[in-house]
């Protein structure tokens, strides 16, 4: 039995999501497991940055449940339980679990812990980049600074609060290599710091589950090696879960421990990544093959 | 506005005097025309800081959600008439001594603010937040709307006549005198420019140094991206409609006791003139709002010492026009970064 199904982090049933007349995502199912770096991969305008922004609160998925716990909660004892109430969470001694379709954006980082990164950044491009991640640490210092008036009056609790968060946001900025750049303009970061930045920012959070959006797009193979360790450190040294939509195979295939595919909104492959990249529906659907005559046709050219 | 008319008149009339007395001599007419220009400044900087601050609440909520708040100078007449019912029940129970004057006074500005943000924080919740998803326009509508709504209620309320305080702080300080022309500097112009120059002080903190500063900034840039970090954007957006009705409320008890009347459409005006100042200053761009403030209550004054009263209005968006002719963005405003 594999990880995924053992110890999930993340469990995405029949979603579905319809804009209009389009059907971008269309009855997927899957999960994701807690430690694992699960890969989403798909030819472009497959669903899979819908699936993100599904996840994250962005939008409101037409159909579908999406199911996300911390501990050791049981997903399958709780859920229908939980589905049946108005509530979105529900906490026991073992855990909690969040039904992220019915979080507002805010709370499904603020409450149940999800970050994301995008293909496009988005920085806050006009502040520092230590102010970035200042931002991230909004709720808890939100609550030291009481609200405000203990930062008004410069309490003491609210600066050793302010001073640990500036620590915790040095931490990321040397795992980044980003430490020397602390005071610039987010926006004046070459990209591939930039890309950096925004996953030091998610990190501030301190996320179970990260979602990153390409990560590796636009970034040298150097870069990319580097970005490998960092995603390793993440889930080794911090506990965090990772999803990632990736088109750089090698990415993929050297990172992720799962690996589901999607194809026009639907699932059509969902295994490790050796069992995925031998799959004929994947080849076929990465290759564009019609039908299964064609795609036999193509395995038997390529000597499968 | 009549008091602040008369109050004008009396300014130019201090003017014609001295032009008289001084005659066409060299450096008589020189220093005279020194010491109207530094009693005139005075006036200026004491008009412009009760612009730049209604103008902190345009800009601010400007930059945040992209939307022109019609509304807020009447959100600033509610204030003076929240500060005139303070500060004339403080004084029926209490006398009109002196201690009793300041008491009045600051009762009236905390209670005004208070009561002021309370507005604002309501017309946020009822008539706009739900019109935020929608077309640009809806909001603008909703806004002018309000507007209308809390003038009339004034009216209905308060009645369609001048309210006036009792006068108040009526001493200056003789700053110096030459050729029959006093410069003077009232208590209230002090009062006004320290009370200002303060919460601007704690307001710039608040924005730059604590969370809520930093989570304001952030929502300014990409609100979508500041709510995925966890920020609550819709109670981020209501604390700034709180703060810039704050400041409105500060500049209402300003206006209140500067000029000693208030009526219910004196939101307007004074509204649409913060409003300029938003836009001149760069709008978006708080230390621009106050700039924007200071140079139109600067503009406003000069025009009406040394040219026509009449026509001070007329020169105030004259410049305006000019600036943004040369420069769109406003004098400090950014020019528009592309969102990805």
Known sequence: ?304 | MVAANEKEISAEAGVKKSRVKTGENGWEAFSSTMEVFVQQLINGVTLGAVYGLIAIGYTMVFGIIGMVNFAHGDVFMISAFVALIVFMAVTAFLGMGAGVIFLALMLALLISMVVTALYSWTIERVAYRKLRGSFRLAPLISAIGMSILLMNFVQVSQGARNKPIPPIMRDTIHLFERNGFQVAISYKQVMIIVVTALLLGIFWYVVQKTPLGRAQRACEQDAKMAALLGINVDRTIAVTFIMGAALAAVAGTMFLTYYGVVHFSDGFVPGVKAFTAAVLGGIGSLPGAVLGGLLIGLIETFWSAYFSIDYKDVAAFSILAIVLIFMPQGLLGKPEVEKV
Not at chain 1, 55 to 67: C, Q, W
Not at chain 1, 288 to 303: F, H, L, R, T
Request: charged share 25%; glycine share 8%; with cysteine.
């Open chain 1, 1 to 304: 039995m594999s990880n995924w199904e053992k110890d999930p982090i993340l469990k995405v049933e029949h979603l579905t999501m319809r804009f209009g007349g389009l059907v971008a995502i269309n009855n997927l199912s899957f999960t994701a497991g807690r430690g694992d770096i699960t890969a989403l991969i798909g030819p472009n305008g497959a669903g899979k940055t819908t699936v993100f922004n599904c996840i994250t609160g962005f939008y409101k998925p037409t159909v579908g449940r999406m199911s996300l716990r911390h501990g050791h909660i049981d997903i399958d004892a709780h859920v229908e339980a939980l589905t049946d109430t108005a509530g979105d969470s529900v906490t026991t001694p073992e855990g909690s679990l969040y039904l992220l379709e019915r979080m507002p954006d805010f709370q499904v980082s603020a409450r149940a812990k999800v970050a994301r990164t995008f293909q496009n950044i988005r920085l806050f491009s006009g502040m520092t980049v230590l102010e970035n991640l200042m931002v991230a640490q909004h709720n808890p210092l939100m609550v030291a600074s009481n609200w405000t008036l203990g930062g008004l009056l410069g309490l003491a609790g609210f600066r050793n609060r302010e001073k640990a968060a500036i620590e915790t946001a040095k931490y990321w900025l040397e795992k980044t290599k980003l430490i020397d750049r602390a005071d610039d303009p987010a926006g004046d970061l070459p990209y591939g710091d930039q890309r950096r930045l925004e996953i030091a920012r998610a990190m501030c959070t301190e996320p179970v589950l990260l979602c990153l959006d390409e990560p590796a797009a636009g970034l040298n193979p150097k870069e990319s090696l580097e970005l490998n360790t960092l995603l390793r450190a993440i889930r080794d040294d911090h506990g965090t879960s990772l999803l990632l939509i990736e088109h750089d195979m090698s990415v993929v295939m050297e990172i992720s421990d799962h690996v589901v595919v999607l194809d026009y909104g639907t699932k059509i492959s969902d295994g490790t990544p050796d069992h995925v990249q031998n799959d004929p529906k994947v080849i076929a659907a990465y290759l564009g093959a019609e039908d299964e005559a064609e795609v036999e046709k193509i395995e038997a050219e390529v000597g499968l």
